[in-house]
């Protein structure tokens, strides 16, 4: 069936370094990707979004890239903000229209001033 | 005004105590979904809802039950809270006309807290 794999965490960085979030997934067919964000005490928020491979998710200074060959949608930013401390979850929906997002972990990052 | 909303926010209860998490939309769309979120698990479907005559289990549906009263308006119900269900529950919807991209979208509440002591 479909998985979506995440990265560890706690993730603690400092402000302005840069940031990676790996995501992998085990799909047939061709699924959407996601990356969600929940920031403290709220729902999630979709972040950025890929179709289909190659296609590349951006929002915010956030960008992560659809790699169908090596199944992967790792999330990168390339200077983070003490406001980015969040929790983030890489998702996807299967073809065939099922109708379910299938997440991963999520993982929890958090940027020290 | 929020589009997803969830009633309570927070709710402590008893073990055997039955519970009805509320959720409402206002953006019009058709599907709706329940989800818990556990620490280091993610978020895990509940149950779904097409329309108001299609409702369907998700992977962890034992132990809740669910009613789509209007397009608007999705319940979830535990009949018999046991510990185990003390997790963050949430709400989210999708629409299901239009681009396959608009479809996968989801929009979520703001989530309920359950206690079960």
């Known amino acids: 069936g479909n998985s979506v794999t995440q990265m560890e965490g706690p993730v603690t960085l400092s402000e302005e370094a840069f940031l990676t979030i790996n995501c992998t997934y085990t799909?047939?067919?061709?699924?959407?990707l996601f990356w969600y964000v929940q920031y403290p005490g709220e729902g999630l928020q979709l972040l950025l979004k890929?179709?289909?491979?190659?296609d590349k998710g951006s929002n915010k200074g956030f960008e992560a890239t659809y790699r169908k060959e090596t199944t992967s949608f790792h999330l990168e930013k390339g200077s983070v903000q003490v406001s980015d401390s969040a929790v983030y979850f890489c998702a996807l929906y299967g073809s065939g229209n099922t109708g379910k997002l299938i997440f991963g972990q999520g993982t929890t990052l958090q940027v020290k001033p | 005004d929020a589009d997803v909303t969830q009633t309570p926010r927070n709710r402590i209860t008893k073990t055997g105590k039955r519970i009805m998490l509320e959720c409402s939309q206002t953006k019009g769309h058709d599907r709706m979904y329940w989800y818990r979120q556990d620490p280091g698990l993610g978020l895990r479907l509940i149950y779904y809802?097409?329309?108001?005559?299609?409702?369907n289990k998700g992977e962890i549906s034992d132990g809740y039950s669910v009613s789509r009263q209007a397009q608007a308006k999705f319940s979830l119900s535990l009949e018999s809270a046991i510990p185990n269900q003390t997790a963050l529950y949430f709400c989210a919807t999708s629409g299901d006309r239009g681009t396959v991209t608009l479809i996968n979208e989801q929009f979520f509440g703001p989530g309920t807290r359950l206690t079960v002591l």
């Open positions: 809802s097409f329309d108001v005559k299609d409702i």
């Open positions: 890929a179709t289909k491979a190659d």
């Open positions: 799909a047939t067919g061709y699924p959407s």
